[in-house]
């Protein structure tokens, strides 16, 4: 009989990672792949193999803290559980009547040979008897598990007159149909390596990884058929929005190549022509700037690319164009009346020259029309500060609110 061995999961939930890297390293399997396994649920381990194969696997893998189950193969009923082997039975000493029949012959014939019992004799007191055989080493604990699997002792089972005849071919195994030849099929790819061998490295060859033989997967009988995949049903539509438009639909930049164009054959001089060595592409030459445009590039580096600079300069040219026409106007006003109080003077002093009384009234005329010119000029004053403060303002506003500084 076989036996299927297949892990139900991890004795501790939470130390699934654990136990997988724990079984990786034991057999030389990928731990990623049983870290998957085990999510998935019961996989199996070892598939068709003896009841002490199974046991010893199923052993090993508890001891590195999985929940291992050992089932049969052709029932799929999990496997006894081991039991302590009996005794040998006493050896059968045949008796004169027994041994008269023909039938007790046959059964003798059958049987392997008695092995004769020496008698016993009993020792005297203080000592063992010369004619006593020797104890028997009192017997071995029963072994199970991993334990029986690493003792390495194999004990031949002997079947007597079975084993003579399956060894000269007169007993032969029949199959239902009555067919007497029995096909030898090759046993199943191991997922693991037994017990006792060295492990092997991921990427072994020989059965150390999960291979296509499916000694690794759960059986079919368990899970049935696996399901055929359905297609993969994508929407027309979506590959039309998300694909890109052709290379082809983009107009390519027409280029202009010296003749020949690169890639072009090149054309062999005609016979009797002067060879003419190719012309060498010089380095462009240094384009001349004109110097207005690197004036204006100062400028705007120094000027228009600095805040502070262009609030102090915006101020300094308000005050200097207002008080042009400022000191322009109360020039002009000033000059007027210096011109008009000079001529009336004139008038005076021509007067008095001959009367003293028109000299006396000159003085005081003099005095009356410089008093009057002085609050002119200062009337005139007053009104060209005014015109300075209003022209300021105006270029102020106009330099800082209308002009887009930012923009130029």
């Known amino acids: 009989m076989s ?9 501790n939930p939470a130390a699934v990672a654990d136990v997988a890297a724990a079984i990786a390293r034991r057999y030389g399997l990928p731990a990623d792949a049983l870290e998957q396994r085990f999510a998935a649920g019961r996989f199996r381990v070892k598939a068709n193999v003896d009841l002490d194969t199974a046991r010893a696997f199923a052993g090993d893998l508890t ?13 799929g009923l999990p496997a006894p559980a081991a039991t302590p082997t009996a005794p040998a039975a006493a050896p059968t000493v045949a008796t004169p009547a027994a041994a008269a029949s023909p039938a007790a012959a046959a059964a ?32 071995e604990p029963l072994q199970s598990g991993l334990a029986a699997a690493y003792s390495g002792r194999h004990e031949a089972h002997d079947l007597g007159v079975l084993t003579s005849a399956l060894e000269s071919g007169e007993l032969r195994l029949a199959t239902l149909d009555g067919s007497d030849d029995v096909a030898d099929e090759a046993p199943p790819a191991e997922s693991f390596s037994p017990p006792g061998g060295e492990p092997r490295a991921e ?37 039309v929005r998300t694909t890109p438009p052709p290379m ?34 010089s ?17 705007r580096a120094q000027f228009l690319d600095r805040p502070q600079v262009r609030f102090a300069a ?13 000191r322009l106007y109360w020039g002009a006003k000033v000059d007027a009346e210096q011109k008009a109080l000079t001529a009336s003077l004139r008038e005076v002093v021509a007067a008095a020259r ?14 009356a029309q410089k008093g009057l010119a002085e609050s002119r000029m200062v009337n005139h004053t007053v009104t060209a500060l005014l015109v300075w403060l209003a022209l300021g303002g105006l270029i102020g506003f106009v330099y800082f609110k209308k002009i887009p500084w930012d923009e130029l």
């Open 203 to 239: 990427g072994a060859p020989a059965g150390g990884d999960l291979d296509a033989a499916g000694a690794f997967s759960p059986p079919a009988e368990a899970f049935g058929p696996p399901p055929e995949e359905a297609p993969l049903d994508i929407d027309p539509a979506a590959l």
């Open 3 to 11: 036996y299927h061995v297949f892990i139900e999961g991890a004795q």
């Open 108 to 139: 003798s014939a059958r049987r392997p040979p008695a092995i004769p019992v020496a008698p016993t004799v009993r020792a005297p007191a203080g000592g063992r008897s010369a004619a006593e055989p020797p104890v028997p080493p009192p017997p």
């Open 283 to 299: 380095p462009p030459a240094a384009v001349a700037v004109p110097w207005h445009e690197r004036a204006l590039a100062a400028v």
């Open 63 to 75: 001891r590195l803290g999985a929940i291992a189950a050992i089932v049969d193969a052709a029932t």
């Open 314 to 326: 915006g101020i300094v040219l308000a005050v200097v164009l207002a008080w042009i026409p400022a």
């Open 354 to 367: 001959t009367d003293e009384a028109a000299w006396q009234a000159y003085t005081e005329a003099a005095t």
């Open 248 to 281: 082809a639909a983009v107009a390519a930049p027409e280029l202009e190549y010296p003749d020949p164009a690169p890639g072009a054959p090149a054309t062999a001089p005609a016979p009797g022509a002067p060879a003419v060595a190719p012309a060498t592409a």
